[in-house]
């Protein structure tokens, strides 16, 4: 016991002062540079936290793959523009129940055209659950 209480009181109370500061110290710094990262993104960019947006990524799959029936003048018997942001967003939950159908199903978009690449299925899943970043 009398080995145990030297251990856990040291005597000179001076280096248990001078942990603490240090402890202090180090803990003041990383805290304020925890904050300043945290303030920063959101103000320069609100989509910069998005991982997939209409202009980077959504837009270029609709281009490649179905303007040429969803022309903003629709054409081929499509009914639908998938021409700007706002028409891709209304359509979003439509689009994405027909290009996860399985190819020749009804209804299978690209229509007559074979089934997107997964990665850009689940980008346009992605981007929907985001709600749409632009
Ligand atoms: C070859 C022409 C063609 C292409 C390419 C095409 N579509 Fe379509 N799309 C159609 C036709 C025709 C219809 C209407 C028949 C139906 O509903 O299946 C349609 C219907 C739709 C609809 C239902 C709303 C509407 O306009 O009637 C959605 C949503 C849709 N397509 C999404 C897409 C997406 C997303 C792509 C690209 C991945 C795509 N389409 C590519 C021809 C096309």
């Known amino acids: 016991m009398m080995l145990l209480k030297t251990i856990c ?3 000179n109370p001076s280096i248990v002062l001078l942990f603490s500061f240090l402890l202090l110290a180090s803990c003041g710094g990383d805290s304020s540079d925890d904050l300043v990262e945290k303030t920063e993104d959101p103000t320069e960019n609100p989509n910069e936290t998005a991982a997939y947006t209409y202009t980077s990524h959504v837009k270029s799959i609709m281009t490649n793959n179905c ?5 903003s003048t629709p054409i081929n018997g499509a009914s639908s523009s998938l021409v700007t942001y706002e028409d891709v967003k209304n359509y979003g939950t439509s689009i994405i129940n ?3 159908r399985n190819e020749g199903e009804a209804g299978f978009m690209p229509k007559g055209g074979t089934k997107l690449p ?14 749409y970043p632009q």
Do not use: A
């Open 118 to 131: 997964q990665n850009l299925i689940d980008q346009i899943i992605q981007w929907k659950e985001d709600e």
């Open 67 to 71: 303007v040429s029936c969803h022309s």
């Open 98 to 100: 027909r290009i996860t």
């Open 9 to 11: 009181l040291p005597k």
